[in-house]
């Protein structure tokens, strides 16, 4: 990820003209990325995961190739986080 700014989750509908409770609805279809809890209650998802869901929805895409983008997204993420050996 060349951007590494954390946008609130409560924001993550904004470029996309959609409220939280979509986010979430999205979340739950395997859609939207999912959050990364930081500390109590709050929620972030890294911009560039928003900004490949927003490429990949105005580039029309299917549902099913949104939800093969957001596993890879997921994937990246749990890689990056991973210990190195």
């Given at each position: 990820?060349?951007?590494?700014?954390?946008?609130?989750?409560?924001?993550?509908?904004?470029?996309?003209?959609?409220?939280?409770r979509?986010?979430?609805?999205?979340?739950?279809?395997e859609?939207?990325?999912?959050?990364?809890?930081?500390?109590?209650?709050?929620?972030?998802?890294?911009?560039?995961?928003?900004?490949?869901?927003?490429?990949?929805?105005l580039?029309?895409?299917?549902?099913?190739?949104?939800?093969?983008?957001?596993?890879?997204?997921?994937?990246?993420?749990?890689?990056?986080?991973?210990?190195?050996?």
């Amino acid at each position: 990820m060349t951007d590494s700014s954390l946008i609130p989750i409560s924001e993550a509908g904004k470029p996309f003209k959609v409220t939280l409770r979509t986010i979430q609805r999205w979340q739950a279809e395997e859609i939207f990325p999912r959050p990364i809890p930081l500390g109590g209650r709050k929620k972030f998802i890294p911009k560039p995961e928003i900004d490949a869901i927003y490429r990949a929805r105005l580039a029309e895409k299917s549902v099913e190739e949104i939800r093969q983008l957001v596993r890879d997204l997921h994937a990246k993420r749990a890689k990056m986080a991973a210990p190195s050996v």
